[in-house]
């Protein structure tokens, strides 16, 4: 039985409330002292300030209607300016904010409905050609807008093979995409050879420049070689850039830029017979935060091109310094020669999960990855202190991984392991009763999280892996008894 929380009878002292949120924090990951190679983006104080007092005095507008705060709607223009500047778009390139790249990407992929609609009107069921590699929030898209997607398997480079892809298109296919670069490995696709394949057969392509966007221009003014992936190159129809990753923004902060206003009227939405007026709604959100638009406008004016030059290069160093130490490491490699700072490793010897327990013992949080079992790292600013710090511990993980070397593979990460914690124990006894006899001995499901996740990997039916994560999602987003402040999920 749940006991639900309820709002308290009385008002809570202003000293209370703000000491009780402290307590709430403690098991939060510690991305102030570079402990968090995923989820947060963090610049140093200086850029935090500046973003915070820009989103302070916007705090409370709201850019639902820009008639309303010409400065909400001159701020929302001119970071859409900058923007599509920075990736080499031309006078007819159009775009909006949206509250992050998930947004930009359904925004995208519902453009490109709507646009087939009236081009392509013998469509009857649009499909969708992405690689395996792109972000779920493609997935997402055709989940919610009934599309089909028809996933493009990889090269060996990890990038999408263009045969796959070619064998793919038929009278059906509306969209492409590619990744500038991917999350998972963080290498380019081959956006040249989309843009020409676009082209020839009349579909448009989506370049989801949501975390490499705002760095690779700026690694390519620094004189590394970044190949073509903008409005540069003619096939581009439209492109996200997360402005709340590097860019270094507040949260809440993403820009979708089109070719031209003709394929970005195909996003807005428009009704005309509410009682409480005409609606019109150029994202998928109504009300609109105006600190995340004013914050965004701030960093990037207050960085500017001498700024981000500064920052990227310090982040490209550090990431150079951590790929050599990896390849120092014996039983440990990139998947990949990565792109830019987002990489990961795996090992053909360890298992690469024992690694991550261990660095998580230690304060490290990094996400674990399947295709192949791999660790993940999106290298920022707030890396380039903690080297010496990570490599001793790494060296250690590698080492124990090693003694252990129970070579079972699973899937993990900080989200998975808290998904796992948050299943009923019933289930999770049943799920071992089931693997048990396929993987691992006795001795190895003892003790440790790591062989559990071998069990998960193993399951090999997808209707059985979504249902076990539709139930932890169900347990992890109700209210827990007797919940104590601080707890870890
Ligand atoms: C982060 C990311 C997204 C999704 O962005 P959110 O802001 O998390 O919604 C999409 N694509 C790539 C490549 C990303 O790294």
């Known amino acids: 039985m749940k006991s639900k929380k309820h709002l308290s009878k009385l008002s809570m002292d202003k000293s209370i409330l703000f000491d009780k949120m402290d ?45 309303a705060f ?52 013998d469509v009857k069921i649009p499909e969708m050609i992405m690689p395996i590699s792109a972000h779920p929030a493609f997935n997402k898209a055709c989940h919610y807008f009934g599309i089909k997607l028809v996933p493009a398997k990889l090269d060996s480079n990890y990038r999408v093979d263009l045969e796959d892809i070619k064998t793919k298109i038929n009278a059906n296919t509306i969209l492409l995409v590619g990744s500038a670069p991917n999350y998972p490995y963080g290498v380019i696709d081959p956006i040249k050879n989309l843009s020409e394949l676009a082209i020839e057969n009349n579909l448009l392509l989506h370049v989801d420049g949501c975390v490499g966007g705002f760095v690779l221009p700026f690694l390519e003014k620094l004189g590394k070689s970044v190949p073509k992936f903008c409005f540069d190159l003619e096939g581009v129809t439209s492109l996200s850039v997360d402005l709340h990753k590097y860019a270094y923004a507040a949260k809440g902060a993403s820009v979708i830029l089109y070719k031209n206003k003709e394929l970005r009227r195909h996003q807005f939405f428009v009704t005309t017979d ?20 004013a914050a965004a406008w701030a960093i990037l004016n207050f960085l500017g091109e001498e700024g981000y030059l500064k920052l990227i290069g310090e982040i490209e160093e ?51 990855q399947q295709s192949p079992d791999s660790i993940h790292f999106t290298i920022t600013h707030a890396h380039g202190a903690i080297i010496d710090e990570f490599f001793k511990d790494l060296q250690d993980a590698v080492e124990i991984a090693r003694k252990l070397n129970t ?36 001795d190895e499901r003892t003790g440790k999280m790591a062989p559990m996740y071998g069990m998960m990997a193993s399951i090999k039916n997808n209707e059985d892996k979504e249902m076990m994560v539709l139930n932890a999602l169900d347990n992890l987003f109700s209210a827990k008894k007797n919940f104590k402040v601080g707890e870890s999920l």
Not at 43 to 50: A, K, P, Q
Not at 90 to 100: A, H, L, R, Y
Not at 413 to 438: H, Y
């Open 407 to 442: 070579k079972l593979s699973g899937i993990k990460s900080g989200f998975q392991k808290t998904l796992l914690k948050s299943m009923p124990s019933k289930m999770v006894s049943k799920i071992i009763d089931k693997e048990s006899q396929k993987v691992g001995t006795e």
């Open 274 to 293: 509410w009682p409480g007026g005409l609606y019109g709604s150029p994202t998928v959100l109504g009300t609109r935060p105006g600190g995340a638009i």
């Open 318 to 368: 550090t990431t150079k310094e951590f790929i050599k130490r990896i390849k120092e490491i014996d039983d440990i490699k990139l998947v990949v020669e990565p792109a830019m700072s987002v990489l990961s490793i795996k090992s053909d010897t360890i298992d690469i999960f024992e690694v991550n327990d261990v660095l998580q013992q230690r304060g490290w949080h990094l996400d674990g």
């Open 23 to 67: 307590e709430y924090k403690v098991h939060d990951i510690r991305w102030k002292e570079g402990r968090a190679f995923s989820l947060v983006f963090y610049g140093g104080e200086e850029l935090s300030d500046i973003t915070k007092t820009a989103y302070n005095k916007f705090f409370t507008e709201n850019a639902l209607n820009p008639s």
């Open 70 to 121: 010409p400065s909400l709607k001159n701020f929302e223009n001119e970071v859409v300016s900058m923007v599509s500047n920075h990736l080499k778009g031309g006078d007819d390139v159009v775009g909006n904010m949206t509250s992050g790249g998930t947004e930009s990407i359904l925004m995208a992929v519902k453009t490109a409905r709507e646009w087939a609609k009236k081009n392509k009107p």
